[in-house]
């Protein structure tokens, strides 16, 4: 099974703050990746597939980046809205497999 | 609008069965693969099982083989999940997804239903 390390587990940012998520697999998995995004409570909602694409509906500074191994979602300036919890998922071979989650708090 | 409506959660003994159905509308079902996901309380998400679109291939994760089954009704736009020989750790919010069209993560969730294990 592909395993996903996410990282940090949690972070504490303000609101305009850059924050940036890593997920790392195991082993290759081209850019068979996508990122989520769950509010308490909430069922998750998509931000980007294929690595890199933005969902539709989704704002402009949430981007995604990598491929192979290491992945990185960033978002540009944090808003109030966005803190909540972002999760990685590979879709390169089953098992999928998620990251841990990162929880995002206000500082 | 896309809606994905899950139901069939509860309270069950170990060792006991459960059926969970999603109710899908707002768009051609029969042309999706299907995902379960659960999630146990206060941790993060898992991959359960996931199904095509006319019912003929299925995959599980190690955790539910042999014990969980997916199926669909497409003439009815609904998803299962049946649970036979539950744990105690199977309690979780149970998610079904839509697995996007052009992209094999899924686009669309349900709500969740809720099923505890316990004794």
């Known amino acids: 099974d592909i395993q996903m390390t996410q990282s940090p587990s949690s972070l504490s940012a303000s609101v305009g703050d850059r924050v940036t998520i890593t997920c790392r697999a195991s082993?290759?998995?081209?850019?068979?990746l996508g990122w989520y995004q769950q509010k308490a409570g909430e069922a998750p909602k998509r931000l980007i597939y294929?690595?890199?694409s933005l969902q539709s509906g989704v704002p402009s500074r949430f981007s995604g980046s990598g491929s192979g191994t290491e992945f990185t979602l960033t978002i540009s300036s944090l808003q109030p809205e966005d803190f909540a919890t972002y999760y990685c998922?590979?879709?390169?071979?089953?098992?999928?497999?998620f990251g841990q989650g990162t929880k995002v708090e206000v500082k | 609008e896309v809606q994905l409506v899950e139901s069939g959660g509860g309270l069950v003994q170990p060792g006991g069965s459960l059926r969970l159905s999603c109710a899908a509308s707002?768009?051609?079902?029969?042309?999706?693969?299907m995902h379960w996901v659960r999630q146990a309380p206060g941790k993060g998400l898992v991959w359960v099982s996931r199904?095509?679109?006319?019912?003929?291939?299925?995959n599980y994760a190690d955790s539910v083989k042999g014990r969980f089954t997916i199926s669909r009704d497409n003439a009815k736009n609904t998803l299962y999940l049946q649970m036979n020989s539950l744990r105690p750790e199977d309690t979780a919010v149970y998610y079904c997804?839509?697995?996007?069209?052009?992209?094999?993560?899924?686009?669309?969730w349900g709500q969740g239903t809720l099923v505890t294990v316990s004794s």
């Open positions: 997804a839509r697995e996007g069209n052009y992209d094999p993560t899924p686009d669309y």
């Open positions: 707002g768009f051609t079902f029969s042309s999706y693969w």
């Open positions: 199904l095509n679109s006319d019912g003929s291939s299925t």
């Open positions: 082993q290759g998995i081209r850019n068979d």
């Open positions: 294929a690595a890199s």
């Open positions: 998922l590979q879709h390169n071979s089953y098992p999928r497999t």
